[in-house]
């Protein structure tokens, strides 16, 4: 498998993505995964630079957009990346889409992995106003091939974000690309974050959002766990872990909105049925870094 990737931080995006796809060409890549900040999603500008620098309209093209990317050579708040993959014709690369998330995230699901049987690895994104935990849901139960992938996003403000289909700029969708055929890879997961203060049950919840904790407003609960004020700035760093003796996988929950805005509930990546157990936890950032050490070891 040939590989290369490259970034950029040039504001306009059909020259970024020109300048992506001149830096990818040399391995005439089968497929090409593109992770940007949100600057680049009013339209799909970059994309079509993407491809026309790549010079091979065969090419595929996935990603999403985020806060910020990262790459060999660094990280950065603004700009793109992109990884070119070259199996020289061992696997066979196949898009599919899973339409309507927000409101139907497990149908969209099953649309996007239809025939996961045929696939050895699948990578997959989805727009992140969808309730993931039902997402989860069909990973779990009903498909049998290893899934890897995440949300798309912004910087932070919870507005939208931006899917990379080929030439498509998409959101309230699952895009997936299914791997088939020979391709040697390993899947490692780190969780680690420990979980602090006292344990408590969801009273009130709807979807993705908890209202209540212990009879306490759910961010007053988490105030009194975590002994300070939530602000902005711990989005991504606290989460909650839902407690189930008779489950041995370890489901963490991440705060996703509405912190720092005097809000009473709040807002997941992924809902928790009323009657669970939590407990808080904090990720400090040097027990982020030590786990992505562990990642790439």
């Known amino acids: 498998m040939k590989a290369l990737s490259a970034a950029t931080h040039i504001p306009n995006a059909y020259r970024a993505g020109m300048y992506l796809g001149e830096q990818l060409r040399s391995i005439q890549p089968e497929v090409v995964f593109l992770f940007s900040s949100i600057d680049y999603s009013d339209n799909n500008d970059i994309l079509m630079g993407l491809n026309d620098g790549l010079e091979n309209p065969n090419c595929l093209i996935i990603g999403n957009s985020g806060d910020g990317f990262y790459e060999t050579q660094g990280i950065g708040e603004y700009g793109a990346s992109a990884l070119a993959l070259n199996s020289e014709g061992k696997v066979q690369w196949q898009l599919k889409i899973g339409h309507q998330v927000k409101e139907y995230p497990q149908q969209a699901t099953r649309q996007a992995l239809d025939q996961h049987q045929q696939a050895s690895l699948i ?77 408590g049950q969801i009273n009130a919840s709807c979807s993705n959002r908890i209202d209540t904790i212990d009879q306490l407003d759910a961010m007053r609960f988490i105030e009194k766990q975590t002994g300070k004020p939530i602000l902005r700035s711990d989005r991504g760093s606290i989460s909650l872990t839902i407690l189930d003796p008779q489950q041995q996988l370890k489901r963490l929950r991440s705060i996703k909105s509405d912190i720092g805005e005097n809000a009473n509930s709040v807002f997941m990546y992924g809902g928790i049925p009323q009657g669970q157990h939590i407990q808080v936890c904090i990720a400090q950032p040097e027990q982020l870094v030590e786990e992505v050490y562990r990642l790439a070891q």
């Open 123 to 199: 990578f997959m994104v989805s727009d992140f106003h969808a309730d993931a935990s039902l997402i989860e849901q069909v990973l779990e139960h009903e498909v049998t091939t290893p899934v890897v992938g995440g949300l798309a996003a912004d910087d932070q403000q919870w507005h939208g974000c931006a899917l990379y289909h080929n030439q498509q700029m998409l959101n309230d969708c699952i895009v997936a690309l299914h791997a088939i055929g020979d391709i040697n890879f390993s899947v490692h997961i780190e969780n680690s974050i420990p979980p602090i203060g006292q344990a």
